[in-house]
């Protein structure tokens, strides 16, 4: 019993932590080469920050990132 406490507790605490691991965002690809190289955090459209995983293509797009990457799509006509 304890023990389940204890690995809920760690699971709840690993989504608060984790959330923007959660989805794929939209970071700037100079940004991203740069993080590459340097292992620094990268910022995405919606202004999380965060060091890149190797492989975003699993999660769902992040819908903040999604929009703002179509209002600057419009805007850049
Ligand atoms: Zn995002």
């Known amino acids: 019993m304890n023990q389940r406490t204890i690995v809920q507790r760690r699971t709840e605490h690993h989504l608060d932590d984790g959330d923007h691991e959660r989805f794929a965002h939209y ?45 600057l799509k419009e805007a850049g006509r």
């Open 27 to 71: 970071v700037d690809k100079a940004d991203m080469t740069r993080s590459a190289v340097t292992g620094d955090p990268v910022r995405a459209l919606c202004g999380k920050k965060w060091t890149p995983n190797r492989n975003p293509d699993r999660f769902p797009v992040c819908p903040e990132c999604k929009k703002i990457y179509e209002m």
